[in-house]
């Protein structure tokens, strides 16, 4: 007997099945009994009237749908899912992980990830890492925006990865210093908004019969050729030998906007040496001087053939057919015989299983690149022959009689939708010459490739057997289709989650995947999607509300202690922080992020919020509940800023690591830490109990200190054992772009090395990297007195120079501190105070910014160039007064875009938005 959503299963789904505490005949009394269940649901308006339900008939849905473990709308058995499997595992009352740094772009030429495209993908074997550092065998893995299901695919990666990855894996653990993973597969629970994700994400994780697939597939390539081969028949040169066609690249037509000639964009403008578009080009008639940009575009009107109605759009003509004689390939141009068959197939109707959805255009972003060219419905995108095979391959697939099978067929044949559609461009520099869309847009180019189905298809049939032959799936995964801002999950129920989410306008994802759901009939419910998209009237406000909804809706689910691992792929820094705020506002701590750095082959951690270039990994957990009942209590004291610290510190990395060389934990710096706590204090909504001095004594006194980051007992000696067997120090680069950066570089120069204006004035200028433009740019002798100390020559040297001195001028050792050569040498030197005395330089400091942010709220102009320091002091302190009309009243004197690149202001902003719309 096989058991489903069980601690043991097997790929085999032949003979009786045990299936959530139900024993069937077989699997298919499984699937029976759940599809009526399912049938069921879906007559109750208050199960379809769910957020994020998918627009689709009952019956379109049942069909996609392969219950429990995948429903193409909200799957209603997600808590039985759950619920099993607390059951076999039981509690894990010892967890404990610090934040992991991954590669995200690794296994991106792997066979499994190039199974079936999508948009955006994160490949299993970068996840697999993850999972097997947060999890034990048989947690539960989440992932709420799951697109084509990796995280799946890695949760039982983790069960059944070769021998030779899990050696590679574990040297790589034992060469950071990180204990070795424990195997074996964990569940998972993938949910996406769009049915054509989760329909990829289900068939790349639900077992089927590969053998009676590839059959399958070969026999529908054959039946299709059977029905259509004829259309893709052509003679060669010598006029009686019949070849295949592979393709034909059908032209653009223009006219020349000087003499109204037909121009053919292929035949004029491609360069037959180099095959690539020439930017000037002359015009076959008159000879002028044409480019693209000058071309007029010809129109033409057909019948269409859904409607019966005219249709009017682009005028396309083919120029090149590519056919194949046995294992020949020969080039020719259209002859008469090609067009006389293209003709016949004008005439054909149109078949019953291409889609007539309109594309919702004017809500579209991409609206404008096709409507304009006369393509508005689904079945415009086909030509007449495509739109033919393509009908022929969907109506073969859905009749398959079994229902995996079926599924797996769709899931092949739903790859030639955008590679038979006029979306297909023929780019003959690149290797394969056709089967290239633009990822991420709908685009048809002047030049289009029509592909026959088989030249399409019967490569990736080959590859799909062969992949999932050796990849051997378990039914170890429940796949969901909604809003991951309602699932249908219990608190407190999942182990980990690693997610990449939509940021911003990169990827409009329902938009992109209509034409992939017109066929299936279930189309995403758009309006609950988190994307910013003017034409949704979606500002980044809105997406950052949105965020905020499916992370605290995270938060909920996820048990508390645990850990959640989001993939930020967006260069904006007005997106990373709204990012960063909707994971704070959810009620989640921000650990760690981290950079894979190309060029050194090491993790960077990201401080910048500019920085923001390259695929960044955050490390967020959720606090253990008891340390969140404690703060409800002591959150009006200091002893709830230390409390968290505490809690803070346990879940940071106690050293990273690149070889024998060790990195600064910025997390572990002092003002970070101080930072972390006010943002948490904020957003709980109390006020911070400790000013940023009596933080820093304070620190200083609980905690252990070690190269300028801070520590518990317990990770203080494990992180002076790490360092003995370490060679030195990393030095983090650290360009002045800023005050605040300013403030550090100068902090790290300072520390262990005491030195006058004269000194620090040239390194200073040579790591000045241009000022922020909208900021007030401070002279460093005003950086200094505000900041730093300068012996004068009066009095006694201070410990912190003479300790430098010391140190490394051997004569001046064991001087008394008002010794005339020590204090000549020490003279003008500038240091960084002891906590006493940076306490009151800090509250002087602070006076200096309050004074200059006085300015700022009774100017009545627009604030064009500021001292942010200044505006981050102000709006903390009208926080502590609750003067919440001066935070908004000043924000609003200030440009947008730079308020919203600030984390700091953004958060103070926000926060004081959301007081005055309770209060």
Not at 277 to 306: M, Q, S
Not at 462 to 486: E, I, W
Not at 490 to 509: A, H, L, M, Q, R
Request: glycine share 6%; aromatic share 12%.
């Amino acid at each position: 007997m096989v058991k489903i959503f069980s601690s043991k299963v097997t790929s085999s789904l032949s003979g009786p099945v045990e299936c959530l505490g139900q024993t069937f005949a077989s699997d298919s009394d499984r699937r029976d009994h759940f599809r009526k269940l399912l049938a069921e649901k879906l007559k109750d308006p208050a199960f379809r009237n769910q957020e994020g339900f998918p627009h689709g008939t009952d019956e379109a849905i049942i069909a996609m749908s392969d219950p429990p473990y995948y429903t193409a709308c909200p799957n209603p058995w997600l808590a039985d899912f759950i619920a099993h499997y607390a059951k076999i595992k039981g509690p894990d009352t010892k967890y404990n992980r610090e934040p992991l740094a991954v590669d995200v772009s690794v296994g991106k030429t792997d066979a499994i990830f190039k199974a079936h495209s999508y948009h955006t993908k994160v490949p299993h074997l970068a996840i697999v890492p993850s999972i097997l550092h947060y999890t034990q065998p048989g947690d539960v893995v989440l992932d709420g925006f799951a697109g084509s299901g990796m995280t799946g695919v890695a949760a039982k990666w983790c069960g059944a990865a070769p021998a030779s990855y899990r050696f590679g894996l574990e040297l790589a653990c034992k060469h950071e210093g990180r204990s070795a993973p424990r195997w074996g597969a964990r569940q998972a629970v993938l949910n996406d908004l769009s049915p054509a994700a989760t329909f990829i994400a289900a068939n790349y994780n639900i077992p089927f019969d590969v053998e009676a697939f590839a059959k399958a597939g070969r026999q529908l390539l054959k039946d299709v050729e059977r029905s259509v081969g004829w259309m893709y028949e052509t003679l060669h040169s010598d006029g009686k030998t019949k070849g295949r066609v592979e393709y034909t690249v059908w032209s653009e037509i223009f006219s020349c906007p000087e003499c109204a000639g037909t121009v053919n964009f292929i035949n004029t403008a491609l360069d037959d040496e180099s095959k690539r578009v020439r930017d000037v080009f002359p015009c076959p008639h008159c000879g002028v001087e044409l480019n693209k940009d000058r071309l007029e575009r010809v129109f033409e009107t057909r019948v269409d053939p859904a409607t019966g109605k005219m249709w009017k759009r682009v005028k396309f003509q083919p120029s090149i057919v590519v056919y194949k004689i046995d294992k020949a390939r020969f080039e020719k141009d259209p002859d008469a015989i090609d067009l006389a068959v293209l003709a016949k197939i004008d005439d054909l109707p149109l078949p019953e299983s291409v889609p007539t959805s309109r594309f919702p255009i004017e809500e579209m972003s991409h609206g404008s690149r096709i409507a304009p060219k006369g393509f508005t419905h689904v079945h415009h995108l086909y030509l007449p022959r495509a739109a033919q095979a393509m009908g022929k391959l969907w109506e073969n697939a859905n009749a398959h009689p079994e229902p995996r099978v079926r599924a797996f067929l769709l899931f092949m044949v739903e790859q030639a939708i955008w590679g038979l559609s006029v979306f297909n461009r023929y780019c003959p520099t690149h290797f394969s010459q056709v089967n290239s869309q633009l990822n991420g847009v709908y685009y048809i180019a002047s030049q289009h490739a029509e592909c026959s189905p088989w030249y399409n298809l019967i490569g990736k049939l080959d590859r799909l057997a062969k992949t999932f032959q050796s990849f051997k799936s378990t039914p170890n995964v429940v796949v969901t289709t909604g809003t991951a801002a309602r699932l249908p999950l219990s608190d407190d129920s999942i182990d980990y989650i690693f997610t990449d989410p939509p940021f911003g306008e990169n990827i409009y994802y329902a938009d992109l995947n209509f034409l992939v759901e017109a066929w299936h009939g279930v189309v995403t419910d758009a309006m609950p999607e988190a994307i910013i998209d003017k034409f949704k009237r979606k500002a980044l406000h809105e997406y950052q509300l949105l965020m905020q909804r499916c992370f605290a809706e995270y938060q909920r689910v996820l048990k508390p202690g645990r850990w959640m691992t989001v993939v930020f792929s967006n260069s904006k820094a007005i997106v990373w922080n709204a990012i960063q705020l909707s994971l704070q506002h959810a009620g989640f701590v921000v650990a760690e992020v981290t950079t894979l750095d190309k060029m050194q082959g090491s993790y960077r951690q990201v401080t910048s919020t500019t920085a923001v270039k390259q695929d960044l990994v955050i490390s967020a957990y959720k606090p253990d509940g008891c340390f969140e009942e404690r703060f409800q209590e002591e959150a009006q004291t200091e002893e709830g800023a230390w409390d968290f610290i505490r809690a803070h510190l346990k879940y940071l990395p106690v050293a990273k690591k690149q070889g024998t060389l060790m990195q600064f934990v910025s997390a572990r710096d002092p003002r970070v830490l101080f930072d972390q706590m006010v943002a948490y204090y904020v957003l709980k909504g109390f006020q911070v109990p400790i000013s940023s001095p009596d933080f820093q004594i304070g620190l200083k006194q609980r905690f252990s200190e070690r190269d300028g980051m801070y520590f518990l007992p317990d990770q203080a000696i494990e992180y002076d054992k790490q360092r003995l067997l370490s060679q030195y120090m990393e030095d983090i680069a650290l360009f002045i772009q800023d005050e605040t950066s300013a403030r550090q570089w100068l902090l790290r120069l300072l520390t262990d090395k005491p030195q006058t204006y004269q000194d620090i004035h040239p390194r200073f200028m040579r790591e000045l990297a241009g000022w922020n433009k909208h900021e007030k740019m401070l002279e460093l002798s005003t950086l200094l007195e505000q900041n730093f100390l300068r012996f004068d020559g009066r009095g006694e040297v201070p410990n912190q120079i003479h300790s430098y001195l010391s140190t490394n001028w051997p004569e001046l050792r064991n001087r008394p501190k008002d010794d005339s050569a020590l204090v000549a040498k020490a003279r003008d030197r500038w240091y960084v105070p002891d906590l006493n005395k940076a306490g009151d330089l800090e509250k002087l400091r602070e006076k200096t910014l309050l004074k200059e942010f006085g300015e700022y709220k009774e100017s009545k102009k627009k604030i064009k160039i500021f001292r942010l320091e200044a505006l981050r002091a102000g709006f903390k302190k009208a926080w502590q007064d609750r003067d919440y009309a001066v935070i908004v009243a000043v924000a609003e004197k200030i440009a947008t875009n730079i308020l919203e690149e600030d984390p700091k202001l953004l958060m103070w902003y926000d926060q004081a938005l959301t007081r005055m719309g309770r209060e």
